[in-house]
């Protein structure tokens, strides 16, 4: 255990516990074996989480704390006000203790899709639906699974996450995780899993996520206006970043094509295979100028875990509906409120409706 719990905060610790310990059982009973064990290791997981949080101002104020850290931890405090006075966002229970993890992330996501098709296969839960993923909170777990997806001819790929919401159910820490991507990263992941608790469609994770990553987009270029600091989208790190999810959604749309034609499956996998290589060679272009910066490498790898219909289903996952919500703040001349009310009404809506909802009326 890093550090004591005391007090009221150990209160609050035991009930989170008891209450992740509960909704496991109750689901375990619902479950088959595998379900069983899975949901095992995301409940102790999740307790350990939990139980090891110390409130953020106990470990700012420890001398035995890195100066980074504590430097980093007074920006996540920041974010935090900022997201809920400013933002509108909801002031649960969400980051206000840490966690020292250990490990590089606090879990590691499994996507998996057909061999011939980008749509990402669902496992369903209660509370948060059908989403498109199966966290690990060991990497060795993520890699079992991943391989045995593969030997059944899925496209696979795993994923270290640095955060996550529990949804404001839970009193969720900030994590270790969280600080190693540095003050960028801080700012954007405290806002967009803040958002998830203004609207979450159990089932709907391209509608959730574009919300999400709307929220941060914007919120983030506001925060670093108001605290005088550079826009966001203008750094390297972002510059980058977008280039590559274009060229990655690009792609998606290219193999989508492939996938809804008439041709036999033995074509489909030629064709899936040239417009992979066509896309490698597209990000050697691209990084050329990058004086030898390699951190998306591992997307474009010819490997298992490498380029393939999983990889771009979670990155189109994130980003398909972004422009939407992103236009409809902007008609709403950024007004946050405003925006969280007109995407609950879409929420409401059937889940065939919910992107024209999103469009500027006729």
């Not at 749309?253 to 899936?272: I, M, N």
Request: proline share 7%; with cysteine; hydrophobic share 45%.
């Amino acid at each position: 255990m890093d550090g004591p719990v005391k007090g009221v905060w150990a209160g609050r610790a035991w009930r989170a516990v008891a209450g992740v310990a509960l909704l496991a059982l109750g689901v375990a009973a619902l479950s088959g074996c595998g379900q069983v064990q899975y949901l095992a290791q995301a409940a102790a997981g999740q307790v350990d989480l939990l139980w090891r949080a110390r409130p953020l101002a106990d470990v700012i104020a420890d001398p035995a704390t890195p100066e980074e850290t504590r430097r980093q931890l007074r920006l996540a405090q920041d974010v935090r006000e900022y997201a809920v006075r400013v933002l509108g966002l909801p002031d649960h229970r969400t980051f206000a203790t840490y966690t020292d993890l250990g490990r590089p992330y606090l879990v590691w996501n499994v996507f998996v899709a057909p061999p011939l098709s980008t749509r990402l296969r669902t496992s369903c839960f209660p509370i948060t639906g059908c989403v498109p993923y199966r966290g690990y909170f060991s990497l060795q777990g993520a890699q079992a699974e991943a391989q045995r997806l593969r030997a059944a001819g899925d496209d696979v790929s795993v994923g270290g996450v640095s955060a996550y919401s529990t949804l404001g159910r839970l009193p969720d820490p900030v994590p270790s995780s969280l600080l190693r991507g540095g003050d960028g990263s801080i700012i954007r992941t405290i806002i967009h899993e803040l958002t998830h608790q203004v609207v979450y469609v159990p089932g709907d994770a391209n509608f959730n996520e574009s919300f999400a990553v709307a929220v941060e987009t914007a919120g983030a270029a506001r925060y670093a206006r108001d605290r005088g600091l550079p826009p966001p989208d203008e750094t390297l790190a972002r510059t980058r970043f977008q280039a590559v999810t274009a060229l990655l959604l690009g792609t998606r749309d290219e193999l989508d094509a492939v996938y809804g034609s008439a041709v036999p499956d033995a074509e489909k996998r030629e064709r899936k295979a040239a417009v992979l290589a066509l896309a490698r060679t597209r990000y050697a272009a691209l990084k050329a100028d990058w004086d030898g910066y390699a951190g998306y490498d591992g997307w474009f790898a010819d490997g298992p875990n490498g380029l393939n219909n999983a990889l771009l289903g979670s990155v189109a996952a994130y980003a398909d509906q972004v422009p939407a919500f992103l236009a409809l703040l902007d008609r709403l001349n950024g007004d946050f409120p405003a925006f969280y009310a007109a995407v609950r009404a879409c929420a409401e809506r059937p889940q065939p409706e919910r992107a024209a909802c999103l469009a500027p009326p006729r």
